[in-house]
């Protein structure tokens, strides 16, 4: 079946530093692919939504110059979180459609900023 | 604005008894999924429910859903512990033509011995 490569798993990184979150469709090309984020015991909340090829779309609240979306290629999308700050830990997944009008989720990454 | 609504939000059930899970969205959706959340992983996929009616089954878990009442269940059927876990709804929509999914806030199963 389908299936998105994220990485890394778990990363930890001081305050003020950036941190790169990587997607990967490994078998099929995701046109759109999505980033949550997930705090403990909470549901996923979106924070865009990205297109190949294209700017990425944010929803209301999310700053856009602190999470950085790229999505050049149908294979590769990465989050990069700019400045890092204590209250940017966080369990942040990516989702692509797949083939089968299903939604593949990558593995998440436990990002902690200390 | 599409909103989801799971309920309960807990379950406490004990190994062997059937429970529902709830969830209902609040405007028109082309399809509603059942996910799964074991403590510090991603979501696992259960099911897709692509139309009105739709049933599908796997092992003890059971989805349906009814378009018209903008309702989906999740069947637990004869729970065992390995079933504890956060089931999420999530509905799906065409906005701007991306299929966004709108998640309920899931509900924690705990299955006891």
């Known amino acids: 079946g389908a299936v998105v490569s994220q990485h890394p798993s778990r990363v930890i990184c001081k305050s003020g530093t950036s941190v790169k979150i990587e997607c990967r469709s490994l078998?099929?090309?995701?046109?759109?692919m999505f980033w949550y984020r997930q705090f403990p015991k909470q549901s996923l909340m979106l924070m865009a939504t990205?297109?190949?090829?294209?700017?990425?779309?944010?929803e209301q609240g999310v700053e856009k110059d602190k999470f950085l979306i790229n999505h050049a290629s149908l294979t590769l999308s990465t989050l990069t979180v700019t400045s890092a700050h204590p209250e940017d830990s966080s369990f942040y997944i990516c989702?692509?459609?797949?083939?089968?009008?299903?939604?593949?989720f990558g593995s998440g990454t436990r990002l902690t900023v200390v | 604005e599409l909103k989801v609504e799971q309920n309960p939000l807990f379950l406490s059930m004990q190994e062997g008894k059937n429970y529902t899970i709830y969830c209902n969205y609040s405007t028109t959706s082309d399809r509603l999924y059942w996910y799964r959340q074991d403590p510090g992983k991603s979501l696992e996929s259960l099911f897709v429910l692509l139309s009105n009616g739709a049933v599908k089954q796997e092992g003890r878990l059971m989805a349906s859903l009814d378009t018209k009442a903008r309702l989906s269940t999740l069947h637990i059927t004869a729970a065992v512990h390995d079933l504890s876990a956060t089931y999420f709804c999530a509905a799906a929509y065409s906005g701007a033509g991306s299929y966004q999914l709108t998640f309920g806030k899931g509900t924690k199963l705990s299955v006891i011995p």
């Open positions: 078998d099929f090309q995701a046109t759109t």
């Open positions: 989702s692509a459609r797949d083939r089968e009008y299903g939604y593949t």
């Open positions: 990205s297109n190949e090829g294209s700017k990425a779309t944010y």
